[in-house]
């Protein structure tokens, strides 16, 4: 009998290790900034601590939620700051109104989770990619309701979220918090708790076990909008204001904070209490540069790592973990050395691109091949061409200009758009993009300075660059065993930090003359880049179509597993791709340079939407495998000539991230009914 408590002691530290670990750095952490304070300890200390990690903390919760049932939510983060807007909007001295703007704020989190719950468990929609566009949408509406930071907050309400409980005794952060872990202990003890873990650990066997898996989803999404609700009203009070954008930057800290609290991305394992303590000690490893007044750069590097390395640590002991494939990797590599497989396997490589894929379907048609590619790009051609009219009808005659204007804003999104068709083809996602395109153009910029001599030596340094960034991306991803949304996630904060440090957080540098007379020109009346494009589609054409590295990243996005064991190198096939998009990624960064006349820090937050949009729009499935260039150019000058038509409306710029991000989900709904046809 003496036996059993060492048992059940085993069994909970077995149980709970991930958020024992992660309370124990929080110590660790905590008594290191703090060791020599002597206020550590102090009521104020302790409320500044609480609150100021209160909002990433109820944040984290919700996302747990929903990466413990199998999702994800890339819309957390403006869900935030639309609530913020709305409290800061709407609100008065009124006890009344404070009490109802409160309720509608929470509410408007659940509102936005139930649309998301609704199309990823009713719909089957890539979670990843409706929340993106969610994302986009409720950014949007957030710059609507208040394009410019301000608000007001009534103090009565600040008190009640940030103020103190008992004074000097217990702060009001304190108690939220303990308020919101006590309704998921009461959720994980229930029924429905256990119905989350059975989804998002198995969901198949979920159904088999008479588990309303499509309910459980859509419950686990609409408590985390809740969840995301509470921590903007959190925010509200903390912060006294509102600001449209404030929850921009979280994202990447809720991700860093679920994995540093234990939470498996892969679902079904972790909890919503590790994920707070994880909050809190990302918090702690951000007030170290803050007590040693190190770079503010450093916190979205330090941010990028932690959720790089937390995911990494989780991954230690399961089957496919980073050192199994490191392993994996260097047997291979050994072996294919020692029996000069390299050279034969290159000569192969060879041989198999330059057999004519024609010669191998003699019989068969041309329209019979690539019925299935034109079914799924011609709607964008219809839509592109019904925008057109549109256009047409409410701005008048279109006339050279339009059409200059159209092609060369298609050029952009066009070249971005093949790296991301490339990745998404091969089964994954690039969301580095919106800071990989500043930090090439700032160091085009800078290492040109605006001399046209420079251009044939600084344009391949940064396209190098570019493709080094990307072939990083592909090896957390092929090598590590990193999801693609965490690999490229982190990298994005990364490189926020590397454009803040290389640029000085201004814009950088000059165009040379001769990259403004490539936008600029004329050459039989369209600019010199807009021939250069066409020159660019055909190669990406070919390429993707009729060449050995083409076929393999379809393969690949057909089935990993089916192309390894058909002797294709899979893992060099995801490092290729991911490389093609940081090189495309550094083409437009250069391009933009010449275009705005020099380096903006914020000339890729515009892009990252539209370059998932066209390759959705243009027929390319979001799970990789199959879709083309031709339709995602396509998608590319539907988007185009969107924007042009938006403009021209003087709507509100924020109309244009809430119509991209419809086109978006409207892509996906028409993609989704064609694959159930």
């Known amino acids: 009998m003496v036996p059993a408590p060492a048992s059940n002691a085993s069994y909970f530290v077995r149980k709970n290790r991930n958020v024992l670990l992660a309370s124990f750095l929080y110590v660790v952490v905590f008594i ?170 198995d969901e198949a066997a979920a159904l088999a076990a008479g588990i309303a898996a499509r309910r459980v989803k859509l419950t686990t999404y609409v408590i985390a909008g809740l969840f995301y609700g509470l921590a903007g009203v959190f925010l509200s009070a903390q912060s006294g204001g509102s600001d449209p954008l404030v929850g921009d930057p979280m994202l990447l800290q809720i991700f860093a904070a679920v994995v540093l609290g234990g939470t498996s991305l892969g679902g079904g394992r972790g909890g919503l209490i590790g994920s707070v303590v994880g909050a809190y000690l990302l918090m702690m490893f951000i007030n170290i540069l803050l007590v040693f007044n190190l770079p503010a750069f450093l916190s979205p590097i330090a941010d990028g790592l932690v959720l790089i390395l937390a995911v990494l640590i989780g991954m230690i002991g399961a089957r496919g973990s980073f050192i199994q494939n490191i392993a994996d990797v260097a047997r291979r590599i050994r072996g294919a050395l020692s029996n000069g497989r390299i050279a034969r396997n290159w000569d192969l490589a060879i041989a198999a691109s330059s057999r004519s894929p024609v010669a191998a379907i003699p019989n068969i048609r041309w329209l019979d091949r690539n019925r299935d590619n034109l079914r799924l790009a011609l709607p964008a051609y219809i839509t592109f061409a019904i925008v057109v009219v549109v256009t047409w009808f409410y701005i008048g005659d279109l006339g050279n200009s339009y059409i200059r204007s159209l092609l060369l804003l298609s050029t952009f999104l066009g070249i971005l758009a093949l790296g991301q068709t490339a990745v998404v083809l091969s089964g994954g996602l690039d969301l580095s993009i919106p800071w990989m395109i500043p930090l090439a153009g700032a160091l085009f910029a800078g290492l040109a300075g605006g001399d046209n001599g420079a251009l044939a030596w600084a344009i391949p340094v940064v396209l190098i660059c570019g493709m080094a960034i990307g072939a990083i991306n592909g090896l957390g991803v092929a090598v590590l065993g990193l999801p693609p949304i965490v690999m490229t996630l982190a990298a994005n904060g990364i490189l926020q930090g590397l454009t803040l440090y290389y640029t000085g957080g201004t814009s950088a ?138 403009t021209g409306t003087m709507l509100p710029d924020a109309m244009r991230s809430i119509i991209f991000g419809f086109v978006l989900l409207g892509a996906l709904m028409a993609l989704q009914q064609r694959r159930t046809a």
């Open 32 to 201: 290191l900034v703090n060791g020599a304070n002597s206020d550590a300890f102090s009521y104020f200390n302790l409320k500044t601590t609480i609150g100021g990690g209160g909002t990433l903390a109820l944040a984290a919760m919700g996302q747990t939620l929903v990466i413990l049932a199998g999702g994800f939510d890339l819309s957390a983060g403006a869900v935030i700051s639309l609530v913020n807007v709305t409290v800061g909007t709407l609100m008065t001295d009124a006890i009344g109104n404070q009490i109802l703007v409160g309720l509608l704020a929470i509410g408007i989190g659940g509102a936005v989770g139930m649309v998301n719950g609704l199309l990823v468990a009713y719909l089957r929609m890539q979670p990843i990619v409706v929340t993106l566009a969610t994302l986009f949408i409720v950014q949007g509406l957030a710059l609507l309701v208040s394009p410019t930071p301000g608000g007001y907050v009534a103090e009565p309400f600040i008190n009640f979220f940030g103020g103190n409980a008992i004074e000097n005794v217990l702060p009001s952060a304190l108690i939220v918090i303990v308020l919101a872990i006590l309704a998921w202990l009461f959720i994980k003890n229930s029924r429905f708790g256990t119905a989350i873990y059975a989804v998002g650990s």
């Open 509 to 646: 540098g000059m165009a040379p003359s001769g990259m403004l007379w490539l936008m600029n020109g004329s050459i039989l009346g369209l600019a010199p880049l807009i021939w250069l494009m066409f020159a660019f589609v055909a190669v990406a054409v070919a390429v993707l179509k009729w060449t050995y590295l083409g076929r393999r990243i379809y393969a690949v996005g057909n089935s990993a597993s089916v192309a390894n064991l058909s002797g294709i190198d899979v893992r060099g096939t995801l490092i290729t791709v991911y490389a093609i998009s940081g090189v495309c990624a550094a083409v437009v960064g250069v391009l933009l340079v010449g275009f705005n006349g020099a380096a903006n820090l914020d000339m890729g937050s515009n892009y990252l939407l539209p370059s998932i949009a066209v390759v959705v729009a243009g027929g390319v499935l979001i799970t990789g495998g199959r879709g083309s260039y031709v339709g995602v150019m396509g998608g590319v000058l539907l988007l185009i000539a969107l924007q042009i038509l938006i």
